[in-house]
């Protein structure tokens, strides 16, 4: 299942399955040491998860310009809402430069944000964070739902194949299917660190760009494909 994946894919899988391990394994045996140090806001998972996202920000961006004029304007706009999306995942993970820069947070932010930072992930709505039903709960039944239901689904019905073409959904591989799964059991399941959600971040952004860069479905992204996608 592995021998067949690029460079880059490999690399990425031992670059996540490695600190992911190392991230779990020091959760356990200096949990304080692991918080202070591995999982530090603008510390080394943070920046990686931000890498690995603006990588696939390039990635779409690269297929837009490529295939306009070779794929309709939906196709495109989804595409283009897909690179939107890892914008705003990196930006988000840096608080848009907030500390970079040392831009202190509006009133609003102050008093609504968990950490007082600029960012939406971690608003706080009366005593419900967002960050846990959003981008927690929220992305892991849709992440549910694209691995048990659309996935088997886009592989025996030739009518969810063209549909799911046509919207640019990229569908994973075997080796990302199995990688989510286990990320979600080591890490969601098993971790019982509160700085969990951190590790999810930095491995999750690894496997969501290898599912978008190297998806089942590459075909239709590439400007000679011989799939039917309607203009």
Not at 160 to 175: G, M
Request: aromatic share 14%; proline share 2%; net charge positive.
């Amino acid at each position: 299942m592995l021998k067949n994946l690029s460079l880059f894919e490999k690399l990425a899988l031992v670059y996540g399955s490695v600190f992911t391990l190392i991230g779990f394994a020091w959760s356990y045996i200096d949990h304080a040491s692991f918080k202070t140090n591995f999982v530090i806001e603008d510390g080394f998972t943070e920046w990686s998860t931000v890498v690995f996202l603006l990588i696939g920000l390039f990635v779409c961006v690269k297929r837009v310009l490529i295939l306009k004029g070779h794929r309709p304007a939906l196709f495109l706009f989804m595409t283009s809402l897909l690179a939107a999306f890892f914008f705003f995942g990196a930006g988000e993970e840096i608080s848009w430069g907030q500390r970079i820069f040392s831009i202190e947070s509006s009133e609003f932010f102050t008093e609504n944000n968990a950490q007082g930072e600029t960012n939406l992930h971690n608003l706080v709505v009366g005593d419900t964070k967002l960050n846990k039903v959003i981008f927690g709960r929220g992305i892991g039944i849709l992440l549910l739902l694209y691995l048990v239901v659309l996935i088997p689904l886009y592989k025996r019905k030739e009518g969810v194949k063209k549909f799911v073409d046509r919207f640019a959904v990229p569908i994973a591989q075997n080796y990302q299917i199995v990688a989510y799964i286990v990320l979600l059991i080591v890490v969601q399941v098993i971790m019982a660190s509160s700085k969990k959600g951190e590790m999810l971040e930095f491995a999750g952004s690894i496997i969501f760009l290898l599912n978008v860069a190297y998806p089942y479905n590459r075909s239709i992204f590439e400007v000679n494909s011989k799939d039917l996608i309607c203009r």
